[in-house]
Every structure is written in structure tokens, then in C-alpha cells.
């Protein structure tokens, strides 16, 4: 009998970061060129905080 190995497919893999106020003004297009793929953005600490850059970043 014949013992056949089994491979996993290689899964596609996605590159992401998380922006807040600590980045300052975000160049999208270059975070775009740079292969992101998705973006976590602060929008808050709790009830009182709103991050200051959330709306232009959004």
C-alpha cells in the first residue's frame, strides 16, 4: 500500500494596521500602494473620548 502525503492549500493572507490620532494625516493611497489590506480605527475610549483624527481618517 502506497502511503500519500496530504498538503495544505496555501490560504491567501491579509495585511492590516490600526491607525488612531498618534499617526497624524494618513496618506491612503500610499497605505493602499503598500499592500493593506483592511484598517482597524480608533474611535473612542469608552463614553468620553472620541479620537480626534476618526473623522478625517474615516
Given amino acids: ?3 500519500e502525503s496530504i ?3 496555501a490560504e491567501p493572507r491579509l495585511f492590516g494596521i490600526d491607525v488612531s490620532h498618534h499617526q497624524g494625516a494618513i496618506d ?3 497605505v493602499k500602494a503598500a499592500g493593506v489590506n483592511y484598517c482597524f480605527m480608533k474611535a473612542s475610549e469608552g463614553s468620553t473620548y472620541k479620537d480626534s483624527r476618526f ?3 474615516w
Avoid: Q
Wanted: proline share 0%; glycine share 0%; aromatic share 16%.
Fill in 1 to 3: 500500500m502506497k502511503k
Fill in 7 to 9: 498538503t495544505a492549500a
Fill in 28 to 30: 491612503w493611497a500610499k
Fill in 55 to 57: 473623522d478625517f481618517n
